[in-house]
């Protein structure tokens, strides 16, 4: 319930939606886990999300926008890459609000 409600509390929010989905992702397939909402706990759930998932389409959506999120951190903020992250967000987030019920 909890995450049901944090992701519709912050369906604009990407990182939020990648962390939120993450979890709630492994919580279904029986694996639990407490990690911080920093880039190391998206890290840890995205990897482990990787070894164990078997929707390829949730899949792809959820490595688009863990990469969008890490080419936001790597570029400056007036760099062409910076802009094509921030698009790809974008993207990332219409993408990801179809798993958000509610």
């Known amino acids: ?4 409600e944090f992701l519709k509390d912050n369906k ?13 992702q492994l919580n279904e397939s029986g694996l639990f886990f407490c990690v ?4 190391v706990g998206i890290n840890i759930l995205f990897q482990s999300f990787k070894a ?16 969008s999120l890490s080419k936001l951190r790597e570029h400056k903020e007036d760099s062409e890459e ?18 958000i019920k509610g």
């Open 52 to 67: 164990v998932s078997t929707d390829s389409e949730m899949n792809q959506d959820l490595s688009f926008a863990y990469e």
């Open 1 to 4: 319930y909890f995450l049901k």
């Open 12 to 24: 604009d929010d990407l990182k939020a939606c990648v962390y939120g989905l993450l979890l709630m």
């Open 82 to 99: 910076y802009i094509q992250a921030l698009k790809g967000i974008e993207e990332s987030l219409a993408k990801l609000k179809k798993y």
């Open 36 to 39: 911080p909402f920093d880039d």
